[in-house]
T-cell receptor, first 115, second 113 residues
Framework: GQQLNQSPQSMFIQEGEDVSMNCTSS?????WLWYKQDPGEGPVLLIA?????ELTSNGRLTAQFGITRKDSFLNISASIPSDVGIYFC???????????????FGTGTRLTIIP | EAGVTQFPSHSVIEKGQTVTLRCDPI?????LYWYRRVMGKEIKFLLH????????ESGMPNNRFLAERTGGTYSTLKVQPAELEDSGVYFC???????????FGSGTRLTVV
């Protein structure tokens, strides 16, 4: 089945540092999504990418849809304490289609900010 | 607008017992999904309802899991009998129409001991 390999698994950074994480797949995706899960909450959509090469920003977050359509990365600039959480990449699941937009998720990157 | 509500937030049960998880989607959202995250692994799709009909249940692990959505409103996911490997966080999500813009609930953390 489909698998999304996300790295790194965890990051320990100081406030103010920039963060970069990526996601790769053995198969082509036509949509890439980045979610964030705060402790005790469900995932929240941060950025959606729909076109190869697309670069999209949402505040301090920037995500890119890889040209090969098999990868995507997420950057966070000047991290702040509320950036703590787990970040997941996601794409259309196996046999996902219009009307059944199920998702395949990566294993997540846990971001911790060291005081 | 109220979000997606899941109950209970936590459940600890013994192996062999039965547990029922409940999800109340956002009012008017025809599409309801169940996902599960086992410790440290990816979030995995379980099934998808459109109103009261099961659109896709290809992710359900086995026949110990039963999902229902009577009347096309709230949904329940029953695990009977529970096994140790069923432990994890069960998420419900809903959306009104097409696209991947789900709203997830806060999840139910299930621990089977």
């Amino acid at each position: 089945g489909q698998q999304l390999n996300q790295s790194p698994q965890s990051m320990f950074i100081q406030e103010g540092e920039d963060v970069s994480m990526n996601c790769t797949s053995s198969s082509i995706f036509n949509t890439w999504l980045w979610y964030k899960q705060d402790p005790g909450e469900g995932p929240v959509l941060l950025i959606a990418l729909y076109k190869a090469g697309e670069l999209t920003s949402n505040g301090r977050l920037t995500a890119q849809f890889g040209i090969t359509r098999k990868d995507s990365f997420l950057n966070i600039s000047a991290s702040i304490p509320s950036d703590v959480g787990i970040y997941f990449c996601a794409g259309p699941g196996y046999r996902s289609n219009f009307g059944n937009e199920k998702l395949t998720f990566g294993t997540g990157t846990r971001l911790t900010i060291i005081p | 607008e109220a979000g997606v509500t899941q109950f209970p937030s936590h459940s600890v049960i013994e192996k062999g017992q039965t547990v029922t998880l409940r999800c109340d989607p956002i009012s008017g959202h025809d599409n309801l999904y169940w996902y599960r995250r086992v410790m440290g692994k990816e979030i995995k799709f379980l099934l998808h309802f459109v109103k009261e009909s099961k659109q896709d249940e290809s992710g359900m692990p086995n026949n110990r899991f039963l999902a229902e959505r009577t009347g096309g409103t709230y949904s329940t996911l029953k695990v009977q009998p529970a096994e140790l490997e069923d432990s994890g966080v069960y998420f419900c999500a809903s959306r009104p129409g097409g696209g991947y813009g789900y709203t997830f609930g806060s999840g139910t953390r299930l621990t089977v001991v």
